[in-house]
């Protein structure tokens, strides 16, 4: 068991954005987070990697209960993420963005070494010929795939994807489908939160369901999209229950 | 201790505390509306000073008559300021308003300097004074407090009764916000850096009447204002205005307490303590 | 180190230190005066680039610095005959040590909160020295005339000063220049662009802010030590003058934000122009209104400095312009 979440809710002011969510990630699996949006994916995240700690509930990254310790402990620990709304360290080079990745990451390799792996890991997602370019002045793809690049080279045990794919064309979501493959195959376990719904129940082994901040369905791709709450939770929205339907 | 020396003291306070509030309010509404800490304030407060110094020695015009002139000159001042100086770089990193606002310190001292040079000021001024048994209340010192409290009511008034008044607390609250409700926000800011100039230069006009000064007294006046402003909130009027009393209170009454030349000490080590753990300042929230 | 090697580092040190080394091979005394204040002022401004250009913290209060590490030299030199160079160490040391525990809590405010707090704790502690008499309070404090005589003389005093203030802007320089190429300081330069993700990177930043905040403490307190023994007495005033703290950001911002050389070249471009300003009798009089324009046009209009500009304008000056 990578992680653990035992009973974890999240509170903003008058807002219950968690409610009491449980659930565990394997090692090297794929688990797909989908909801309605606002149902607490993203708070989710949040509150796993410790940017808005738990109101309630625990947190076990690799055994090690991390409940409520600050982001940088988690990242040490291997837990590294991609943010829906990009944030790009804009006065850098897209080579050292990723530099810190891979420089205070899990492995804390030094700057040399650090910025080999940054140019590795920048070929790997098809940055490298912007390596010396501003962060600030890529395009909206490229930077999502240098928030992916600079998460991987992290060297993460456990990688926590925020819709990578959103945004893009078809032909850019085929592309980063096959990366995300690429790294569940050295190894990386991953959680993935998408409203993609063909490449999210293509791409995971399991899928978990928020909404309203509570889980509402866990399993197979299969088994999720046949469970009647989680139809009627997205025919709620009927454009998303659309493209669910379509898609699952 | 002598009961008469404390409510002498009290008085002359929170007479000067009204002026002081008046002053920090010029500073605390530019930097609630556009998040820009002026640092053109202390000449703004200075400018007051000659300005009333020049209408009433050089065109004999009784000081306080001269106050309407001085609001005028205040408003301009300040919508040129925003427009030269701060409009560009309005959506900017903090340093550089920081230093865009700093330039205009120090031209404008340069240029107070060279048409007063910085020789002592003061308004030779006569008004009678209030007596209550030994305790004396100076004539200048009522007048003050009134004209403060007077302006202060007026910028209230607009800025809860009038529709301009009333766009630019929305833009304060979310500029964005406020943009896509139709309100033209280079105005709104334009003009709320002229109030908070006009704010600073009455209390300058006001201070002149009570003390005698120079072209560089804005530089203390200022750092005091940074002292008030936070005690209150930053972006806070109100929280100005009792931050100012305060201050006046605490300047007056300590000094029977302590030597003089501690009270600043006191001051800025509050100072420092509310920005860690009261940032809101007194009045707001944690 | 490999960074100690970097000709772009050399070539820079070299140029300073051969720019110093003219009034005491020439003989000028008078421009070693000058150079003295501007050496000073390079110390002051690359130290203030540090916290503020690598890392963001806008620190306007830096000059505090600069009178703690003053007001302790002097002390020591004065009352326990310490030499100067020990005596400003230990000046260095306090004031790190001063800002190692007031960043702490300090740091963690942000924009202009911060600012205005390192404004007040400059503004703190000028007061409070203008009260220990033991400092000589308001008045402050001159150095007894045979203090100089364990150097050889006030001469020699002078020249030594001079050559301590050499060494510390090289070395003031060289950190600098060594921050920027490190891991460190690529932990700093990710904390400004923006802390919350520097953190979801695997930065620490309330550490490596506050180690900052001493580094940068360190190099203005010598400069203070120095500046005052040279001078032979020391006032709360001179010491704690906001006003030269407000400078130094327009040196840096002239210069460059971020960048090595760009506070260099900016307390170098600052100080020539206020000089020539000052004595030259068409401007003398305007000279802060100009200087204020002048600032006001480099905020609006050339908002990377001189090095920021130039850096843009090539590869090849990007890769050795620090
Ligand atoms: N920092 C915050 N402060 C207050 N409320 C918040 C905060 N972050 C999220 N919320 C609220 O929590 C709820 C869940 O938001 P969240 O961003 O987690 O949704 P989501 O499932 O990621 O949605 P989407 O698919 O649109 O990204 C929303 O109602 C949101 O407004
Ligand atoms: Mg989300």
């Not at chain 1, 925020?162 to 893009?168: H, P, R, S, T």
């Not at chain 2, 820009?36 to 009433?56: E, Q, Y």
């Not at chain 3, 306007?60 to 160490?89: E, R, S």
Request: charged share 15%; with cysteine; glycine share 10%.
């Amino acid at each position: 068991m990578i992680l653990e979440i035992q009973n974890v809710s999240r509170r903003f002011g008058g807002l219950l954005a968690l409610d009491k969510v449980s659930f565990t990630v394997k090692e090297n699996e794929i688990l797909g987070l989908i909801g309605p949006n606002g149902a607490g994916k993203t708070t989710l995240f949040n509150a796993v990697n410790g940017v808005f700690p738990p109101t309630e509930g625990r947190v076990i990254f690799r055994g090690a209960d991390m409940t409520g310790k600050p982001p940088f402990a988690l990242a040490q620990m291997g837990m590294s993420r991609t943010h829906q709304i990009v944030r790009p360290l804009n006065e850098l080079t897209v080579r050292e963005n990723v530099t810190v990745g891979a420089c205070f990451g899990r492995e804390k390799h030094g700057l040399d070494a650090a910025s080999k792996i940054a140019d590795e890991v920048l070929e790997f997602v098809g940055l490298k010929d912007r390596a010396e370019m501003l962060a600030a002045k890529l395009n909206v793809a490229q930077k999502k795939r240098l928030e992916l690049a600079r998460a991987l080279a992290q060297k993460p045990i456990l990688i926590l994807l925020d819709e990578v794919l959103a945004g893009l064309n078809e032909q850019e979501v085929a592309g980063m489908v096959a990366v995300i493959r690429k790294v569940r195959g050295q190894g990386v376990t991953i959680m993935m939160i998408e409203h993609l719904m063909h490449a999210v129940m293509n791409l995971s082994d399991r899928v978990v369901v928020l909404d309203y901040g509570a889980k509402i369905a866990e399993g197979t791709p299969a088994e999720v999209s046949a469970n009647e709450r989680v139809i009627e939770a997205y025919l709620g929205d009927p454009k998303v229950a659309q493209r669910f339907l379509e898609g699952g | 201790m002598n009961f008469e020396v404390l409510i002498a003291s009290s008085i002359d306070g929170l007479t000067l505390g009204f002026v002081f509030g008046l002053m920090a309010m010029g500073l605390t509404l530019i930097f609630g509306v556009m998040k820009v800490i002026n640092l053109g304030h202390g000449p703004f407060i200075v400018m007051g000073m000659f300005a009333v110094l020049v209408l009433s020695q050089n065109l004999g015009i009784n000081p306080y008559v001269a106050l309407p002139i001085v609001i005028v000159l205040g408003l301009v001042t300040g919508i040129v300021t925003y427009f030269v100086a701060v409009h560009r770089v309005i959506n900017a990193p903090e340093l550089t308003t920081l230093l865009a606002t700093f330039s205009v310190n120090m031209m404008l001292i340069g240029a107070l300097t060279i048409l007063f040079t910085t020789s002592p000021r003061g308004l030779s001024l006569e008004l009678p004074s209030f007596r209550a048994g030994t305790i004396t209340v100076l004539g200048t010192r009522v007048v003050a407090v009134l004209i403060a409290s007077l302006v202060t009511g007026a910028l209230y008034a607009f800025l809860y009764r009038t529709h301009t008044g009333k766009s630019i607390r929305a833009v304060a609250n979310n500029r964005a916000a406020a943009e896509l409700m139709g309100i033209n926000s280079s105005w709104i800011l334009a003009l709320s850096f002229g109030i908070g100039t006009v704010l600073a230069m009455v209390a300058g006009s006001l201070l002149a009447t009570l003390f005698g000064f120079t072209v560089l007294s804005g530089g203390g006046l200022e750092t005091k204002s940074f002292v008030i402003v936070v005690l209150g909130g930053l972006g806070n009027p109100t929280g100005a205005l009792l931050g100012g009393i305060i201050i006046g209170l605490l300047e007056s009454i300590t000094t029977i307490f302590m030597p003089v030349s501690y009270v600043p000490v006191f001051e800025f080590v509050v100072f420092i303590l509310i920005l860690l753990f009261r940032p809101n300042g007194i009045l707001g929230a944690r | 180190m490999k960074v100690l090697t970097s000709p772009s580092l050399w070539i820079v040190l070299l140029v300073v230190l051969a720019v110093a080394l003219i009034p005491m091979i020439a003989n000028l005394p008078a421009l070693r005066e000058e150079l003295f204040v501007l050496l000073m002022l390079i110390i002051l401004a690359s130290s203030v680039n540090i916290i503020m250009g690598y890392t963001g913290y806008v620190s306007f209060g830096h000059i505090v610095f600069f009178g703690i590490g003053g007001y302790t030299g002097f002390f020591l030199v004065q009352t326990l005959q310490m030499h100067v160079a020990l005596a400003a160490l230990i000046g260095g040391g306090v004031a790190s040590l001063i800002a190692f525990l007031m960043g702490m809590p300090v740091l963690r405010l942000r924009g202009a909160y911060f600012a205005l707090a390192t404004i007040g704790i400059n503004e703190a502690f000028r007061t409070l020295v203008t009260n220990i008499d033991q400092l000589g309070g308001a008045v402050g404090m001159l150095l007894q005339f045979s203090v100089y005589d364990a150097y050889g003389g006030a001469k020699e005093a002078s020249q030594l000063a001079y050559y301590g203030i050499i060494l510390v802007a090289l070395l003031t320089i060289t950190a600098s220049f060594m921050i920027k190429k490190s891991k460190f300081g690529l932990a700093l330069m990710a904390i400004r662009e923006d802390q919350d993700t520097a953190m979801v990177l695997g930065i620490d930043p309330a550490r490596a802010k506050v180690m900052t905040y001493a580094i940068s403490a360190f190099f203005p307190a010598l400069a203070g030590a120095l500046f005052f023994f040279k001078n032979g007495n020391i006032e709360p005033g001179p010491a704690f003058e906001l006003h030269r703290s407000i400078e130094a950001l327009v040196m840096v911002m002239l210069g460059g934000f971020g960048t090595v050389t760009g506070p260099i070249i900016g307390a170098f471009v600052y100080e020539r122009l206020r000089g020539f300003l000052i004595t030259d009798p068409t401007f003398s009089n305007a000279h802060l209104v100009i200087s204020g324009a002048l600032l006001l046009i480099i905020v609006l209009f050339v908002t990377a400095g001189v090095i920021g500009w130039l850096r843009q304008q090539s590869p090849v000056l990007r890769r050795y312009l620090e």
